[in-house]
T-cell receptor, first 118, second 107 residues
Framework: EVQLVQSGAEVRKPGEPLKISCKVS????????IAWVRQTPGKGLEWMGIIYPGDSDTRYSPSFLGQVTISADKSISTAYLQWSSLKASDTAIYYC???????????WGQGTLITVSS | EIVMTQSPATLSVSPGERATLSCRAS??????LAWYQQSPGQAPRLLIS???TRATGIPARFSGSGSGTDFTLTISSLQSEDFAIYYC?????????FGQGTKVEIK
C-alpha cells in the first residue's frame, strides 16, 4: 500500500526556521517525483515545487523559488520542505504528493498545518 | 499562465441526484486535466486524469469529459460521502495549476 506520512502540526514565530517531512512507503521512492502543495483559504491549492529523489533534480514554482527548499533523503525514503525564515503568510496546510512526471498527483500525504504567529 | 475557473462555486444537490461541475481553462489544455475530491479535514483524492480516465478504485458514478478549454465532472447519483469540494488541475502548462474548487453541499 502506497503511503505518504507527513510530520505533525507546527507553531512557530516569524523569522524562525522550520523543516517538515514526508515519509514514503509502498513503492520505490527513487523513481517517482514528489511534489509539495500549499493550501490556504485565500489562494486555494498551489503547487510549490517538485523533487525526483533518484537524482535530487528539483524544480520550483516561480512563486516559491527562493522562499523554500525542497530536499530528499533516499536512505530513509523521506522528502522535506524547509524554510530559513518563516513569515506569517506561510501559515497554511502543506501537502506532499506523488506526482506522475509533470502531470497529476495520485497519492497524497495527510497534510501538515503550519501556523506562524508572534 | 493558464487560469482555471470552476463553476459554480457551490452546488446544492439532494442525495441520489446528478451533479454537474464545470472547469474552464483560459487557453487550450488538450485533455491534460485532472479532478480531485477533498472531504473536510482530508487531503485531496485523485478522481480523474486525462480528463476522463477514472483513477484506481474510483466508483463508476464519477465521470469526466471535455477537451480543449471546457471540462465537466459528473456525479451520476450523489451518495453521502460525495458531499465535498472538487478541484480541477491542469498539467498542460508548467507549473500545474488548480481551480478554486466547487463545493457540493446537501440540498
Amino acid at each position: 500500500e502506497v503511503q505518504l506520512v507527513q510530520s505533525g502540526a507546527e507553531v512557530r514565530k516569524p523569522g524562525e526556521p522550520l523543516k517538515i517531512s514526508c515519509k514514503v512507503s509502498g513503492y520505490s521512492f527513487s523513481t517517482y517525483w514528489i511534489a509539495w502543495v500549499r493550501q490556504t483559504p485565500g489562494k486555494g491549492l498551489e503547487w510549490m515545487g517538485i523533487i525526483y529523489p533518484g537524482d535530487s533534480d528539483t524544480r520550483y514554482s516561480p512563486s516559491f523559488l527562493g522562499q523554500v527548499t525542497i530536499s530528499a533523503d533516499k536512505s530513509i525514503s523521506t522528502a522535506y520542505l524547509q524554510w530559513s525564515s518563516l513569515k506569517a503568510s506561510d501559515t497554511a496546510i502543506y501537502y506532499c504528493a506523488r506526482q506522475w512526471g509533470s502531470t497529476w498527483f495520485d497519492y497524497w500525504g495527510q497534510g501538515t498545518l503550519i501556523t506562524v504567529s508572534s | 499562465e493558464i487560469v482555471m475557473t470552476q463553476s459554480p462555486a457551490t452546488l446544492s444537490v439532494s442525495p441520489g441526484e446528478r451533479a454537474t461541475l464545470s472547469c474552464r481553462a483560459s487557453q487550450s489544455i488538450s485533455s491534460n486535466l485532472a479532478w480531485y475530491q477533498q472531504s473536510p479535514g482530508q487531503a485531496p483524492r485523485l478522481l480523474i486524469s486525462g480528463a476522463s480516465t477514472r483513477a484506481t478504485g474510483i466508483p463508476a458514478r464519477f465521470s469526466g469529459s471535455g477537451s480543449g478549454t471546457d471540462f465537466t465532472l459528473t456525479i451520476s447519483s450523489l451518495q453521502s460521502e460525495d458531499f465535498a469540494i472538487y478541484y480541477c488541475q491542469q498539467y498542460d502548462d508548467w507549473p500545474p495549476r488548480f481551480g478554486q474548487g466547487t463545493k457540493v453541499e446537501i440540498k
